[in-house]
């Protein structure tokens, strides 16, 4: 009798010591956090009005400049008339709402249609990206190296829809584009139920010469997460290369963070909640390169580059969503992405945190209550 009451007594010890961390510690924290952040954010916002500044061009990997995905006139739209500056294919899935920009090929008008901004049903939906000349702009472009090969379809290029207008589970979308020079390319864009985008290309060359194709992959980011962030958790730049991860903060942007001779590996950003990736063609080698430009709108990229030479078809997925635990375990296993778990920053010790999660998510979804589900937790572990 005597045990079992001391047995009890722990686990309340236990619970009690979390909500007094919880209350005490790490809430006054965040709340410091949010406020720095809204500070920092209000004296960039000041500095930028008295201080106007003008982009400037980027520079891929190999030293060969990659056209600006707009002109020299950045983030001076809202969200709604950028998105009516350009012919645009919809999408429409269970968990996503947004349109395809046809002018380059960009994805970069996605809402999330299961979370909202706040803990108000009425709130709005989460939107995650957004077109590159707004403030927010957030977008994920797949295109071509033009150094060699000035018409091949770059950021400015309208494609054409062929058949369905409308991109959902059950019916992909088909773009084309076929260059003065005689070289047909096709794209065909699928989606899932969740969050994984698969674009195929298939390039046929009708001409009499030989065109050197060299694909490239750009995640474009003009601003960092206005939420405050969690200091136990990596945001920013992430991927697994070659069976490494790699991960860069935010605030460490300045000099580009380069990765070379990849074989295998998937990329992208991160933020608390949210993530956007790319996973290059499998069997390729390729190149990373992780940059925040400092001029201008300031924008953070992430992009790959192919070091092969002549490619003529290639499937490129990728991520655009929330990180959910199960859905992101599902891509690892079905499309074979390496490590893809990390994704989600599972700490120092993910070998004891990550187990731990999904019991007590399975707990949750048993018990409907996330306290029963910690107490659960605490019986079993004990």
Known sequence: MQQNRNYYLAIVLSVLIVFVWQFFYMGPKIEAQRIAEEARQAELA??????????????????????????????VATREQALAQSPRVEIDTPKLTGSINLQGARVDDLKLKNYRETVDKNSPIITLLSPNNTKDGYLIYLGYDRAKVADLPGPQTVWQVSGNKKLTPETPVVLTYKTPGGVEFTRTISVDGDYMFTVADTVKNTSDTIVPLIPYGRIVRNTIPAVAPAYVLHEGFVGVLN????????K???????????????????????????????????????????????????EYRHLSGETKSFETRIFAGAKEVDVIDRYQDEYKITDFYKLID???????????????DWLYKYFGNFGLAILGTTVIVK
């Open 346 to 360: 599972w700490g120092w010790f993910r070998v004891i945190t990550r187990p731990m999660f999904k019991l007590m």
């Open 252 to 302: 460490q942007d300045v000099e580009p963070v380069k990765h070379t001779d990849i074989v295998d590996g998937w990329f992208g950003m991160t933020d608390k909640y949210w993530a956007a990736t790319i996973v290059p063609p499998k069997g390729t080698n390729f190149e990373t390169s992780f940059t925040h430009v400092t001029s201008g709108v300031r924008p953070f990229q992430a």
């Open 46 to 75: 000041k500095q930028k009005k008295a201080n106007p500044t003008t982009t400037t061009p980027t520079v891929d990997t190999s030293g060969q400049p990659i056209p600006a995905l707009e002109d020299s006139n950045p983030a």
């Open 243 to 250: 069976g490494t991860l790699a991960e860069t903060t935010w």
